[in-house]
């Protein structure tokens, strides 16, 4: 069992910034990717950024040079740093891990507040 547990979210003023961190643990060593999504109240969740085992990223062009996704040497912990935060990026966010067979895990969420 494969168990994805987040932290670091919060309220910020826009301009802020924030970092939420992943860590994965369970019966499983490496993922084909790691990344977030992000779904605001009465929006379908959307993609923020991914990252893939062989270190390829991508990103929703709303977060391209405000957000940067990195991971640790073991690749099963992810990092979103948030800067230049608008009232948009309001949303729970979840953190996403796939497997090489492509099952997906997901985390359980964890709210972002951009308001002053």
């Known amino acids: 069992q494969v168990q994805l547990v987040e932290s670091g979210g919060g309220l910020v003023q826009p301009g802020g910034s924030l970092r939420l961190s992943c860590a994965a643990s369970?019966?499983?060593?490496?993922?084909?990717?790691m990344g977030w999504y992000r779904q605001a109240p009465g929006k379908q969740r959307e993609l923020v950024a991914t990252?893939?085992?062989?270190?390829?990223?991508n990103y929703a062009d709303s977060v391209k040079g405000r957000f940067t996704l990195s991971r640790d040497n073991a690749k099963t912990t992810v990092y979103l740093q948030m800067n230049s935060l608008k009232p948009e990026d309001t949303a729970v966010y979840y953190c996403?891990?796939?497997?090489?067979?492509?099952?997906?895990?997901w985390g359980q969420g964890t709210q972002v507040t951009v308001s002053s």
């Open positions: 996403n891990a796939v497997t090489f067979t492509g099952v997906n895990y």
């Open positions: 369970g019966s499983i060593f490496s993922f084909y990717s």
């Open positions: 990252i893939t085992s062989r270190g390829s990223t």
